[in-house]
């Protein structure tokens, strides 16, 4: 319970070519598309990268990706604050993590792997207000999420 | 929206990061023993711990400025116990995390594989 408190990991087989999913994780208009957020400019490393949240309920949010690592059809990598999702509160010079895409081929599809990884570093102060003030929506955009992409 | 944030500031006011304070493996010790034979004098929790009193004494407290753990004073000795609430909590967060990637990741799926 108490042992995993400084990282997320996901693993996905997506049944299209590592290059469909490279372009879909690695150019702002893509990403956006699925992640819900309008994203200006451009991915390089080092580059900083805003967008608009376009998710219905939060389009009142801005987030931020600092983008760290960029190794083409392979892995791409951004920093950013998690649950910052307070209009008002400058996150600037709170820790971020690192969220981590790795791409591998598989039988007819792409690996995804998904690493979000230094919880630990992040204010008690912020979890807990980052997890009132979402308490409940996201479980139920999960649903509404799952209901959408299990139809036929 | 700015209430809300400085009650919630007010309220772990003064606290460590939680997940740093339990980033140590002396800490973690105590909590797992705490979580599993209830609340302890620190007499007993020093116990076979391989540091002395003052040190277990010092670690508590770290605790107790996350919230993780409180005391009761028995006599002259204080009791401590585990605040499972605040465990809790910072779990929940990620899970709440989680559960935003594996949205996100079924939305790409969908976006990808159409």
Known sequence: MITSTDRIEKEVYLRAPRSRVWRAIATPAEFGAWFRVKLGGAFAEGATVRGRITYPGYEHLTMEMVVERIEPERLFAYRWHPGATDPDVDYSSEPMTLVEFHLDDADGGTILRIVESGFDRIPAARRDEAFRMNDGGWTEQTQNIERHVTQP | ?114
């Open chain 2, 1 to 114: 929206m700015s209430r809300s944030r400085s009650a919630s500031v007010a309220k772990v006011a003064g606290a460590a990061p939680i997940f740093a304070a339990l980033g140590d493996p002396t800490r973690l010790r105590l909590v797992a023993r705490l979580s599993v034979d209830g609340p302890l004098s620190i007499t007993r929790l020093s116990e076979g711990a391989g540091v002395t009193r003052q040190a277990i004494t010092k670690h508590l407290e770290a605790l107790a400025d996350a919230g993780l753990v409180q005391h009761n004073w028995r006599g002259r000795e204080r009791i401590w116990e585990l605040e499972p609430r605040r465990l809790e909590m910072a779990r929940r967060w990620l899970d709440r995390i989680s559960d935003q990637w594996d949205a996100a990741i079924g939305r790409l799926k969908a976006f990808v594989e159409e």
